[in-house]
């Protein structure tokens, strides 16, 4: 059997592969899986040019400064992955997302709290229980000034108790999947990144659920994690591109490599970072930027892209490709229920 190799910190807090070590023997294959797919030996980690930085800052200057023209003074634009992942999905949706005020939904903030334990359990020391840091994590943003502290406050006893249980699913899964993260590996929960364009008034922004590692110069070392429930998805690969990006912004040395963790199903989908990954970042996020600026200054109809998100669209009621979808996607089910009941008679 092939000794697993994943990473283990050298002296300098990097993260590293290495041969068998004590420490994996305690691993289900789940955690040995992850360890062995973040490690890196140092010769695996590639160095980027120093001038990557300054060319990725003119290049998306150069083609955004005329839309940047059209942001109000005083106002930002605050393009996050949710923006460029509903712009380029169907603009119609993403013009009633922009009417309609936002609202926490036991959805939402199920996950919001998800992350704030999984935060916790990164720096908790021993081996905390997955209900207890739920417990905490909701007891800290209870709170914290604003609307998601307003909601959970607002929660009755039933409501509180799904929350917390769904969350502790979660963190529970995350435990289970992820191999404890040791302090040299630097690892760092809910990592915010931002990188302020065109005189501060295009601001690409967000916060990545985990990063571990770090670069060495402008060799690169860091490893950023999203933690995701449910099945893939394209966009989450294009969401941790956009980290990419703004990491690369921000430091100068691009992440070394993404990874979208799927809790549900402990599998872990990762992508090595290149210059022509961040290339194409650089396009998908002008042309993101350019079409939600015209979009909200109505220069141009939305082009409408029917999809699954139809059936939940706050637009659908009014929107006519939109009920189509859905009643050919409804007929098209019932076809396959009645040819699914024919085949088990
Ligand atoms: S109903 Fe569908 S096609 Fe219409 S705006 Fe919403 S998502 Fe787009």
């Keep these: 059997m092939r000794p697993v190799q994943g990473p283990v910190a050298n002296e300098d807090g990097e993260i590293v592969a290495a041969e068998d070590d004590q420490r994996r023997q305690d691993l289900n294959p789940a955690q040995a899986e992850v360890l062995e797919a973040l490690g890196a030996r140092p010769h695996e980690r590639p160095a980027f040019d120093p001038r990557l930085r300054q060319d990725l800052r003119q290049r998306l200057e150069a083609r955004l400064g005329p839309a940047a023209e059209r942001v109000p003074k005083g106002e930002v634009l605050w393009v996050s992955k949710h ?67 307003e909601y959970l406050g607002q929660l009755g006893e039933g409501e509180r108790a799904e929350l917390h249980a769904e969350a502790t699913e979660r963190v529970s899964m995350f435990q289970e999947c992820f191999p404890p993260l040791e ?121 409408l892209r029917p999809g ?14 939109g009920r189509r979808w859905v009643a050919h996607q409804d007929e098209a089910d019932g076809w396959i229920a009645t040819v699914g009941e024919d085949d088990d008679a």
């Excluded at 998800?114 to 909701?138: F, N």
Aim: aromatic share 6%.
């Design 83 to 149: 923006l460029l992942s509903t712009v380029h999905g169907c603009e119609g949706l993403f013009l009633a997302r922009d009417a309609e005020p936002f609202a926490w939904t036991p959805s939402s903030a199920r996950g919001s709290v998800a992350h704030k334990a999984i935060e916790l359990a990164v720096s908790w020391r021993g081996d905390p229980a997955p209900g207890l840091l739920v417990d905490e994590a909701l007891a800290r943003l209870v709170e914290v000034p604003g609307s998601l502290g």
């Design 183 to 303: 302090p040299r590996w630097r690892p760092v929960p809910e990592s915010r990144l931002r990188a302020d364009l065109c005189d501060d008034r295009i601001v690409l922004g967000g916060k990545v659920d985990l990063t571990v590692g770090r670069a060495d110069g402008t060799r690169a070392g860091k490893v950023l994690i999203d933690l995701k429930t449910g099945a893939f998805s394209p966009h989450h690969i294009d969401d941790l591109r956009f980290y990419a990006l703004v990491e690369t912004l921000r430091l100068g040395v691009p992440p070394r490599l993404l990874a979208t963790y799927y809790l549900d199903g402990g599998r872990l989908q990762p992508e090595v970072v290149t210059e022509a990954l961040l290339d194409v970042t650089v396009e998908r996020v002008v042309q993101g930027v350019t079409a939600a600026l015209e979009l909200r200054g109505a220069d141009r109809p939305p082009v």
């Design 308 to 321: 699954p998100p139809c059936r939940w669209c706050p637009a659908s009621a009014e929107c006519e490709p």
